[in-house]
Protein backbone atom coordinates (compact mmCIF):
# COMPACT_ATOMS: atom_id res chain seq x y z
CA UNK A 1 0.00 0.00 0.00
CA UNK A 2 2.59 2.39 1.20
CA UNK A 3 4.20 1.42 -2.04
CA UNK A 4 1.66 2.36 -4.48
CA UNK A 5 1.10 5.58 -2.60
CA UNK A 6 4.59 6.79 -3.25
CA UNK A 7 4.08 5.74 -6.65
CA UNK A 8 0.71 8.08 -7.30
CA UNK A 9 2.44 10.82 -5.98
CA UNK A 10 5.18 10.62 -8.03
CA UNK A 11 3.05 10.33 -11.68
CA UNK A 12 1.08 13.46 -9.82
CA UNK A 13 4.14 14.94 -9.27
CA UNK A 14 5.13 14.28 -12.82
CA UNK A 15 1.44 15.14 -13.98
CA UNK A 16 1.70 18.81 -12.64
CA UNK A 17 5.79 19.55 -13.93
CA UNK A 18 4.13 18.22 -17.26
CA UNK A 19 1.22 21.05 -17.01
CA UNK A 20 3.34 23.84 -15.66
CA UNK A 21 6.03 23.00 -18.96
CA UNK A 22 3.04 23.58 -20.91
CA UNK A 23 1.49 26.58 -19.62
CA UNK A 24 5.16 27.99 -19.65
CA UNK A 25 5.22 27.20 -23.32
CA UNK A 26 2.06 27.87 -23.90
CA UNK A 27 2.27 31.19 -22.75
CA UNK A 28 5.68 32.19 -24.19
CA UNK A 29 4.06 31.53 -27.28
CA UNK A 30 1.33 33.33 -26.86
CA UNK A 31 0.79 35.32 -30.11
CA UNK A 32 2.19 32.93 -32.39
CA UNK A 33 1.33 29.08 -34.09
CA UNK A 34 2.64 26.28 -32.35
CA UNK A 35 4.25 23.49 -34.51
CA UNK A 36 1.52 21.86 -36.88
CA UNK A 37 0.17 24.59 -38.40
CA UNK A 38 -0.16 25.23 -42.09
CA UNK A 39 -1.92 27.85 -44.08
CA UNK A 40 -2.40 28.04 -48.09
CA UNK A 41 0.82 24.82 -47.53
CA UNK A 42 2.79 27.73 -45.82
CA UNK A 43 4.21 26.07 -42.27
CA UNK A 44 3.20 28.82 -39.36
CA UNK A 45 5.32 27.59 -36.80
CA UNK A 46 6.27 30.01 -33.94
CA UNK A 47 5.24 32.78 -36.84
CA UNK A 48 2.66 35.92 -36.09
CA UNK A 49 -0.30 35.94 -37.55
CA UNK A 50 1.36 39.42 -39.15
CA UNK A 51 4.28 37.16 -40.25
CA UNK A 52 1.72 34.46 -41.87
CA UNK A 53 -0.16 37.02 -43.65
CA UNK A 54 2.95 39.19 -45.16
CA UNK A 55 4.08 35.36 -46.36
CA UNK A 56 0.58 34.05 -47.38
CA UNK A 57 0.95 37.92 -49.21
CA UNK A 58 3.65 37.45 -51.07
CA UNK A 59 2.77 34.28 -52.94
CA UNK A 60 0.28 36.34 -54.74
CA UNK A 61 1.36 36.84 -58.37
CA UNK A 62 0.49 40.35 -59.62
CA UNK A 63 -1.03 40.14 -62.92
CA UNK A 64 -2.09 42.74 -65.57
CA UNK A 65 -4.47 43.69 -67.42
CA UNK A 66 -4.55 44.96 -71.15
CA UNK A 67 -6.93 47.70 -73.03
CA UNK A 68 -7.77 48.39 -76.38
CA UNK A 69 -9.70 51.19 -78.38
CA UNK A 70 -10.41 52.87 -81.35
CA UNK A 71 -7.69 54.60 -83.34
CA UNK A 72 -4.87 50.96 -82.39
CA UNK A 73 -5.19 51.66 -78.65
CA UNK A 74 -3.11 49.26 -77.46
CA UNK A 75 -1.63 49.56 -73.26
CA UNK A 76 -1.58 47.34 -70.40
CA UNK A 77 -1.44 48.11 -66.70
CA UNK A 78 0.19 46.25 -64.50
CA UNK A 79 -2.13 45.15 -60.88
CA UNK A 80 0.46 47.97 -58.97
CA UNK A 81 -0.08 50.37 -61.37
CA UNK A 82 -3.98 50.23 -60.26
CA UNK A 83 -3.54 50.41 -57.04
CA UNK A 84 -4.52 46.71 -56.54
CA UNK A 85 -3.87 45.40 -53.42
CA UNK A 86 -5.12 42.01 -51.52
CA UNK A 87 -6.19 40.81 -47.89
CA UNK A 88 -7.31 37.94 -46.45
CA UNK A 89 -9.54 39.90 -43.72
CA UNK A 90 -9.58 38.13 -39.90
CA UNK A 91 -9.05 34.69 -41.49
CA UNK A 92 -5.32 34.08 -40.47
CA UNK A 93 -6.82 35.87 -36.96
CA UNK A 94 -9.47 33.42 -36.79
CA UNK A 95 -7.61 29.96 -38.12
CA UNK A 96 -4.62 31.37 -35.48
CA UNK A 97 -7.14 31.12 -32.34
CA UNK A 98 -8.67 27.97 -33.77
CA UNK A 99 -5.14 26.19 -33.83
CA UNK A 100 -4.62 27.18 -30.21
CA UNK A 101 -7.61 25.94 -29.09
CA UNK A 102 -7.39 23.19 -26.76
CA UNK A 103 -9.54 20.42 -28.97
CA UNK A 104 -6.32 21.46 -31.25
CA UNK A 105 -3.62 21.78 -28.82
CA UNK A 106 -2.22 18.37 -29.91
CA UNK A 107 -3.32 18.11 -33.53
CA UNK A 108 -1.73 19.16 -36.65
CA UNK A 109 -4.16 21.35 -38.41
CA UNK A 110 -3.95 22.54 -42.26
CA UNK A 111 -5.94 25.71 -43.33
CA UNK A 112 -7.32 26.81 -46.54
CA UNK A 113 -7.93 30.46 -47.07
CA UNK A 114 -9.08 32.44 -49.59
CA UNK A 115 -7.59 36.60 -50.21
CA UNK A 116 -10.52 39.37 -51.20
CA UNK A 117 -8.86 41.56 -53.89
CA UNK A 118 -9.19 45.82 -52.85
CA UNK A 119 -9.35 48.03 -55.98
CA UNK A 120 -9.00 51.81 -55.35
CA UNK A 121 -11.09 53.32 -57.41
CA UNK A 122 -8.98 56.57 -57.51
CA UNK A 123 -6.29 55.19 -59.05
CA UNK A 124 -8.26 53.33 -61.94
CA UNK A 125 -9.32 57.02 -62.69
CA UNK A 126 -5.90 58.44 -62.90
CA UNK A 127 -4.79 55.20 -65.19
CA UNK A 128 -7.83 55.80 -67.24
CA UNK A 129 -7.32 59.91 -68.10
CA UNK A 130 -3.26 59.16 -68.22
CA UNK A 131 -4.81 56.56 -71.27
CA UNK A 132 -6.81 59.26 -72.97
CA UNK A 133 -4.55 62.05 -71.99
CA UNK A 134 -1.63 60.28 -74.73
CA UNK A 135 -3.56 60.43 -76.93
CA UNK A 136 -4.38 62.93 -80.26
CA UNK A 137 -8.25 63.41 -79.81
CA UNK A 138 -10.01 63.35 -83.11
CA UNK A 139 -14.02 63.75 -83.60
CA UNK A 140 -16.19 61.17 -85.21
CA UNK A 141 -16.91 62.03 -88.73
CA UNK A 142 -19.33 60.11 -90.97
CA UNK A 143 -17.85 58.52 -94.43
CA UNK A 144 -17.74 60.64 -97.52
CA UNK A 145 -17.65 60.84 -101.49
CA UNK A 146 -14.46 62.20 -102.33
CA UNK A 147 -12.08 62.69 -105.72
CA UNK A 148 -8.99 60.70 -106.20
CA UNK A 149 -6.51 62.74 -108.14
CA UNK A 150 -4.37 59.70 -108.47
CA UNK A 151 -7.27 57.51 -109.76
CA UNK A 152 -9.37 60.26 -111.81
CA UNK A 153 -12.26 58.21 -109.69
CA UNK A 154 -14.48 59.29 -106.99
CA UNK A 155 -14.29 56.82 -104.11
CA UNK A 156 -15.46 56.49 -100.39
CA UNK A 157 -13.79 57.83 -97.89
CA UNK A 158 -13.88 55.64 -94.60
CA UNK A 159 -15.23 57.11 -91.46
CA UNK A 160 -13.29 58.46 -88.65
CA UNK A 161 -14.51 56.58 -85.33
CA UNK A 162 -13.48 59.30 -82.51
CA UNK A 163 -11.47 58.84 -79.81
CA UNK A 164 -12.63 60.65 -76.29
CA UNK A 165 -13.71 58.38 -74.14
CA UNK A 166 -15.51 58.62 -71.06
CA UNK A 167 -12.87 58.68 -67.81
CA UNK A 168 -15.59 57.10 -65.33
CA UNK A 169 -17.05 54.46 -68.02
CA UNK A 170 -13.85 53.67 -68.51
CA UNK A 171 -12.72 53.15 -65.03
CA UNK A 172 -15.84 51.56 -64.38
CA UNK A 173 -15.28 49.24 -66.90
CA UNK A 174 -11.65 47.91 -65.77
CA UNK A 175 -12.91 47.59 -62.20
CA UNK A 176 -15.94 44.91 -63.38
CA UNK A 177 -13.40 43.18 -65.78
CA UNK A 178 -11.27 42.75 -62.63
CA UNK A 179 -13.60 41.62 -60.64
CA UNK A 180 -14.76 39.26 -63.10
CA UNK A 181 -10.75 37.94 -63.56
CA UNK A 182 -10.46 39.45 -67.06
CA UNK A 183 -7.48 40.15 -68.50
CA UNK A 184 -8.42 42.13 -71.48
CA UNK A 185 -11.14 45.16 -72.42
CA UNK A 186 -11.86 47.23 -74.74
CA UNK A 187 -12.96 50.57 -74.40
CA UNK A 188 -15.86 50.76 -77.15
CA UNK A 189 -18.49 51.39 -74.80
CA UNK A 190 -16.54 53.99 -73.36
CA UNK A 191 -16.76 56.44 -76.62
CA UNK A 192 -19.19 59.66 -76.87
CA UNK A 193 -19.54 59.92 -80.17
CA UNK A 194 -19.55 57.92 -83.14
CA UNK A 195 -19.72 58.18 -87.20
CA UNK A 196 -24.00 58.16 -88.51
CA UNK A 197 -22.72 57.21 -92.19
CA UNK A 198 -20.50 54.11 -92.99
CA UNK A 199 -18.62 53.55 -95.71
CA UNK A 200 -20.73 50.68 -96.46
CA UNK A 201 -24.18 52.73 -96.87
CA UNK A 202 -25.96 51.64 -99.68
CA UNK A 203 -26.36 55.22 -100.81
CA UNK A 204 -23.19 55.99 -100.99
CA UNK A 205 -21.92 53.17 -102.81
CA UNK A 206 -24.76 54.00 -105.30
CA UNK A 207 -23.78 57.82 -105.26
CA UNK A 208 -19.94 56.79 -106.00
CA UNK A 209 -21.06 55.02 -108.48
CA UNK A 210 -23.06 56.91 -110.82
CA UNK A 211 -20.80 59.83 -110.37
CA UNK A 212 -17.78 57.36 -111.74
CA UNK A 213 -20.13 56.72 -114.76
CA UNK A 214 -18.85 60.25 -115.81
CA UNK A 215 -15.33 60.02 -114.49
CA UNK A 216 -13.63 59.81 -118.30
CA UNK A 217 -10.80 61.08 -120.59
CA UNK A 218 -11.30 62.92 -123.22
CA UNK A 219 -8.48 63.08 -126.06
CA UNK A 220 -8.23 66.41 -128.31
CA UNK A 221 -6.31 64.73 -131.40
CA UNK A 222 -4.44 67.42 -133.20
CA UNK A 223 -2.50 65.22 -135.17
CA UNK A 224 0.83 65.49 -134.18
CA UNK A 225 0.01 66.44 -130.56
CA UNK A 226 -2.80 65.64 -128.28
CA UNK A 227 -4.65 67.47 -125.61
CA UNK A 228 -6.40 65.29 -122.49
CA UNK A 229 -9.37 66.38 -120.61
CA UNK A 230 -8.87 64.15 -117.68
CA UNK A 231 -11.66 63.16 -115.27
CA UNK A 232 -10.07 65.51 -112.83
CA UNK A 233 -11.09 68.46 -115.35
CA UNK A 234 -14.54 66.61 -116.02
CA UNK A 235 -15.07 66.41 -111.86
CA UNK A 236 -14.89 70.06 -111.85
CA UNK A 237 -17.08 70.65 -114.89
CA UNK A 238 -20.70 67.95 -113.97
CA UNK A 239 -22.57 68.50 -110.90
CA UNK A 240 -24.71 65.15 -110.63
CA UNK A 241 -27.89 66.14 -108.21
CA UNK A 242 -29.10 63.55 -105.88
CA UNK A 243 -32.07 62.59 -108.12
CA UNK A 244 -29.40 62.00 -110.64
CA UNK A 245 -29.87 65.23 -113.09
CA UNK A 246 -26.37 66.70 -114.62
CA UNK A 247 -25.50 70.39 -114.94
CA UNK A 248 -22.41 71.01 -116.80
CA UNK A 249 -20.55 74.28 -116.40
CA UNK A 250 -20.30 75.76 -119.44
CA UNK A 251 -18.48 78.61 -118.99
CA UNK A 252 -15.36 76.93 -117.50
CA UNK A 253 -15.86 74.34 -120.64
CA UNK A 254 -15.56 77.68 -122.33
CA UNK A 255 -12.46 79.15 -120.33
CA UNK A 256 -10.65 75.85 -120.52
CA UNK A 257 -11.24 75.99 -125.07
CA UNK A 258 -10.00 79.89 -124.85
CA UNK A 259 -6.84 78.75 -123.32
CA UNK A 260 -5.79 76.03 -124.91
CA UNK A 261 -7.02 77.95 -128.44
CA UNK A 262 -3.76 80.16 -127.65
CA UNK A 263 -1.60 76.79 -128.21
CA UNK A 264 -4.00 75.49 -130.98
CA UNK A 265 -5.61 77.99 -133.26
CA UNK A 266 -3.44 79.29 -135.99
CA UNK A 267 -6.02 81.13 -137.85
CA UNK A 268 -4.65 84.83 -138.60
CA UNK A 269 -1.22 83.98 -136.93
CA UNK A 270 2.39 84.67 -138.21
CA UNK A 271 4.24 81.52 -139.56
CA UNK A 272 7.97 80.41 -140.28
CA UNK A 273 7.23 82.51 -143.27
CA UNK A 274 7.22 85.83 -142.09
CA UNK A 275 3.46 86.90 -142.71
CA UNK A 276 0.16 87.23 -140.86
CA UNK A 277 -3.20 87.97 -141.66
CA UNK A 278 -5.12 85.98 -144.19
CA UNK A 279 -7.66 83.31 -143.39
CA UNK A 280 -6.03 80.22 -143.43
CA UNK A 281 -5.74 78.78 -140.33
CA UNK A 282 -7.81 76.11 -137.40
CA UNK A 283 -9.90 77.88 -135.15
CA UNK A 284 -12.00 76.11 -132.11
CA UNK A 285 -15.57 76.89 -132.58
CA UNK A 286 -15.97 76.93 -128.41
CA UNK A 287 -19.57 76.02 -128.86
CA UNK A 288 -20.32 73.54 -131.05
CA UNK A 289 -16.81 71.94 -129.10
CA UNK A 290 -18.52 72.27 -125.80
CA UNK A 291 -22.11 70.47 -127.55
CA UNK A 292 -19.35 67.76 -128.76
CA UNK A 293 -17.33 67.47 -125.13
CA UNK A 294 -20.66 66.96 -123.48
CA UNK A 295 -21.95 64.39 -125.47
CA UNK A 296 -19.17 62.43 -125.21
CA UNK A 297 -19.37 62.71 -121.01
CA UNK A 298 -22.64 61.50 -121.47
CA UNK A 299 -21.73 58.31 -123.37
CA UNK A 300 -19.60 57.39 -120.21
CA UNK A 301 -16.28 56.09 -122.17
CA UNK A 302 -12.91 57.30 -122.88
CA UNK A 303 -12.63 58.83 -126.26
CA UNK A 304 -10.57 60.45 -128.57
CA UNK A 305 -12.31 63.41 -130.50
CA UNK A 306 -11.90 66.12 -132.64
CA UNK A 307 -12.64 69.92 -131.77
CA UNK A 308 -15.37 71.48 -133.77
CA UNK A 309 -13.67 74.36 -135.83
CA UNK A 310 -14.79 77.58 -136.86
CA UNK A 311 -11.98 77.53 -139.99
CA UNK A 312 -9.84 75.18 -140.75
CA UNK A 313 -6.51 74.37 -142.52
CA UNK A 314 -5.24 71.53 -144.25
CA UNK A 315 -2.67 70.22 -142.29
CA UNK A 316 -3.77 69.58 -138.27
CA UNK A 317 0.25 69.71 -137.09
CA UNK A 318 1.91 72.36 -135.08
CA UNK A 319 3.15 73.47 -138.84
CA UNK A 320 -0.09 73.96 -140.38
CA UNK A 321 1.19 75.10 -143.73
CA UNK A 322 2.49 71.63 -144.30
CA UNK A 323 4.52 70.25 -147.52
CA UNK A 324 1.98 71.13 -150.21
CA UNK A 325 1.38 75.09 -150.27
CA UNK A 326 1.30 77.91 -153.10
CA UNK A 327 3.59 80.64 -152.34
CA UNK A 328 3.40 83.74 -153.99
CA UNK A 329 5.89 86.60 -153.92
CA UNK A 330 4.35 90.37 -154.66
CA UNK A 331 8.10 91.53 -154.57
CA UNK A 332 9.34 89.00 -157.34
CA UNK A 333 5.90 88.40 -159.01
CA UNK A 334 6.19 85.21 -158.87
CA UNK A 335 4.51 81.69 -157.59
CA UNK A 336 5.94 78.61 -156.74
CA UNK A 337 3.78 75.27 -155.54
CA UNK A 338 5.38 72.59 -153.51
CA UNK A 339 3.71 69.02 -153.51
CA UNK A 340 5.03 66.88 -150.76
CA UNK A 341 7.86 69.27 -150.13
CA UNK A 342 8.78 68.98 -153.58
CA UNK A 343 8.86 72.43 -155.97
CA UNK A 344 6.63 71.43 -158.89
CA UNK A 345 5.92 74.90 -160.23
CA UNK A 346 8.11 77.96 -160.99
CA UNK A 347 6.23 80.92 -163.13
CA UNK A 348 6.00 84.66 -163.18
CA UNK A 349 2.82 85.73 -162.78
CA UNK A 350 1.34 89.56 -162.46
CA UNK A 351 -0.77 90.81 -159.05
CA UNK A 352 -2.92 93.92 -158.49
CA UNK A 353 -2.25 96.80 -159.60
CA UNK A 354 -0.32 98.82 -157.16
CA UNK A 355 -0.93 102.42 -158.94
CA UNK A 356 -4.65 102.13 -158.87
CA UNK A 357 -4.70 100.61 -155.41
CA UNK A 358 -5.39 97.33 -156.42
CA UNK A 359 -2.50 95.50 -154.28
CA UNK A 360 -3.23 92.07 -154.13
CA UNK A 361 -3.53 91.41 -150.08
CA UNK A 362 -1.11 89.81 -148.09
CA UNK A 363 -1.34 86.90 -145.40
CA UNK A 364 -1.98 83.51 -145.47
CA UNK A 365 -5.48 81.98 -147.34
CA UNK A 366 -6.94 78.54 -148.03
CA UNK A 367 -8.08 77.68 -151.83
CA UNK A 368 -11.75 77.86 -151.03
CA UNK A 369 -12.47 75.63 -154.31
CA UNK A 370 -11.08 74.76 -158.22
CA UNK A 371 -13.52 75.80 -161.11
CA UNK A 372 -12.83 75.41 -164.85
CA UNK A 373 -14.27 78.14 -167.63
CA UNK A 374 -15.07 80.46 -165.43
CA UNK A 375 -16.19 84.23 -165.97
CA UNK A 376 -14.99 86.63 -163.96
CA UNK A 377 -17.15 89.87 -163.27
CA UNK A 378 -16.35 93.16 -161.81
CA UNK A 379 -16.60 96.76 -162.17
CA UNK A 380 -15.96 97.70 -165.91
CA UNK A 381 -14.77 93.82 -167.06
CA UNK A 382 -15.84 90.69 -167.42
CA UNK A 383 -13.28 88.09 -168.46
CA UNK A 384 -13.32 84.52 -169.03
CA UNK A 385 -10.78 81.95 -167.51
CA UNK A 386 -10.52 78.20 -168.32
CA UNK A 387 -8.69 77.88 -164.92
CA UNK A 388 -10.33 79.74 -161.36
CA UNK A 389 -8.25 79.37 -158.21
CA UNK A 390 -10.01 81.39 -155.74
CA UNK A 391 -8.40 82.31 -152.12
CA UNK A 392 -9.38 85.17 -151.00
CA UNK A 393 -13.18 86.63 -151.53
CA UNK A 394 -13.15 87.30 -155.41
CA UNK A 395 -9.62 87.27 -155.87
CA UNK A 396 -7.94 83.92 -156.93
CA UNK A 397 -4.86 82.79 -159.53
CA UNK A 398 -6.21 82.32 -162.74
CA UNK A 399 -4.83 81.90 -166.22
CA UNK A 400 -4.89 85.48 -168.54
CA UNK A 401 -4.10 84.62 -172.06
CA UNK A 402 -4.57 88.35 -172.87
CA UNK A 403 -1.42 88.59 -171.11
CA UNK A 404 1.37 88.10 -173.41
CA UNK A 405 4.27 88.80 -170.71
CA UNK A 406 4.53 88.16 -167.20
CA UNK A 407 6.96 89.39 -164.19
CA UNK A 408 9.12 92.17 -163.81
CA UNK A 409 7.35 95.74 -163.05
CA UNK A 410 4.16 94.91 -164.87
CA UNK A 411 1.74 94.90 -161.70
CA UNK A 412 2.64 98.23 -160.51
CA UNK A 413 0.94 99.84 -164.30
CA UNK A 414 -1.18 97.46 -165.86
CA UNK A 415 -1.73 94.96 -162.76
CA UNK A 416 -4.79 93.31 -162.39
CA UNK A 417 -7.84 94.24 -160.01
CA UNK A 418 -6.04 91.70 -157.40
CA UNK A 419 -6.25 88.66 -158.80
CA UNK A 420 -2.54 86.81 -159.73
CA UNK A 421 -2.52 86.23 -163.59
CA UNK A 422 -0.61 83.35 -164.32
CA UNK A 423 0.73 82.07 -168.08
CA UNK A 424 -2.33 79.97 -169.11
CA UNK A 425 0.42 76.79 -169.22
CA UNK A 426 1.20 77.13 -165.63
CA UNK A 427 -2.31 77.87 -164.58
CA UNK A 428 -3.39 74.41 -166.04
CA UNK A 429 -0.32 72.76 -164.40
CA UNK A 430 -1.00 73.95 -161.20
CA UNK A 431 -4.72 73.33 -161.64
CA UNK A 432 -3.81 69.71 -162.38
CA UNK A 433 -2.10 69.32 -158.54
CA UNK A 434 -3.70 71.76 -155.65
CA UNK A 435 -7.18 71.21 -153.80
CA UNK A 436 -9.28 72.97 -152.08
CA UNK A 437 -8.07 73.85 -148.63
CA UNK A 438 -4.39 74.50 -149.41
CA UNK A 439 -2.65 77.30 -147.97
CA UNK A 440 -2.13 79.97 -150.34
CA UNK A 441 0.74 82.48 -149.01
CA UNK A 442 1.27 85.91 -150.06
CA UNK A 443 4.08 88.39 -149.27
CA UNK A 444 5.50 91.25 -150.30
CA UNK A 445 9.56 90.46 -150.13
Given at each position: M?????????A?????I?G???????????????S????????????????????L??T??G?E??I?????????????????T?????????????????G??????????????????????N?????????TI????????V?????????????????????E????????????????I??????????????D???????????N???I???????D??E????A?IQ?????????????D??A????L????????????????????????W?I?????????I???????DA??????????????????????????L????????I??????????????????H????????????????????????????????????????????????????????????C????S????????M??????V????K
Amino acid sequence: MKKFLWAFIGAMCMLVIGGVALLVVYIQNNDRFFSGTTINSIDCTSKTVTQVETELLSTIEGGEIEITGRGGLETSFSFDDLGITYSFGDQISDAFSDSRSLGNLFRSKDYSLDYAMKIDDKTIKNCMKSVLDSQTIIDSKDAKIVFSEKTGKYKIKKEVYGNYFNIEDAAELVKKSLQEGESSINLESCYLDSPQVLSDDEGLLKRVEELNKYMINITFDFSDRKEVISSAMIQDWIHVEENGNVTYDEEAMRSYLQEISKTYDTYGKERKIKVSGGSYGWMIHNGGTIERIIETIKAGEDAVIEPVYSFSGYVRDKDDIGDSYIEISLKEQHVWVYIDGEEKVSTDCVTGNSSKGHDTPTGIYPINYLERDATLNGENYSSPVSYWMPFNGNIGLHDASWRSSFGGNIYKYSGSHGCVNLPSSAAEKIFGMIKPGMPVIVYDK
